[in-house]
């Protein structure tokens, strides 16, 4: 059928505060923050540094894990919303146009996200 109106499936939503680095794609130095929410298609950040719509972006996401092992997801996408800051945080939504699941061994001490 065509011409007819498309449905969007917006995808779930899970209210995690999880450990998060990102890049303006290209960069170096990377800046930290932490998700208020997130899912396969985007995230919304809470960060120190503000940036401008429709910035492409790197990023990495720590996972919980278990006795066994953990993961992280290796990404890119782009700024899609920037509302400005709260008390002295930025907020910022991200999308993951694509990523990757790397899984972790419990004692892999390169899991975690640290600042450097």
């Known amino acids: ?4 109106p ?3 499936r ?3 939503r899970f209210a995690l505060n ?5 890049r303006v794609r290209g960069d170096v130095a990377w800046s930290y923050g932490m998700t208020e929410n997130i899912s396969c298609s985007g995230a919304l950040v809470r960060t120190g ?3 401008g719509l429709a910035t492409p972006v790197e990023l990495e996401v720590v996972l919980p894990g278990t006795d066994e092992g953990g993961a992280r997801v290796i990404g890119h996408g782009s ?4 509302p400005g ?3 002295g945080d930025h907020e910022i939504a991200m999308s993951i146009d694509e990523y ?7 004692n892999d001490t390169d899991h975690r996200i640290t600042k450097e």
Do not use: C, F, N, Q
């Not at 059928?1 to 007819?4: K, V």
């Open 10 to 12: 917006r995808a779930t």
């Open 18 to 22: 999880l450990p998060l680095r990102y």
């Open 100 to 106: 990757e699941l790397i899984r972790t061994a419990r």
């Open 49 to 51: 540094r503000a940036a």
């Open 1 to 4: 059928m065509t011409g007819g």
């Open 79 to 82: 700024v899609t919303r920037a």
């Open 6 to 8: 498309r449905s969007k």
């Open 85 to 87: 800051s709260i008390g």
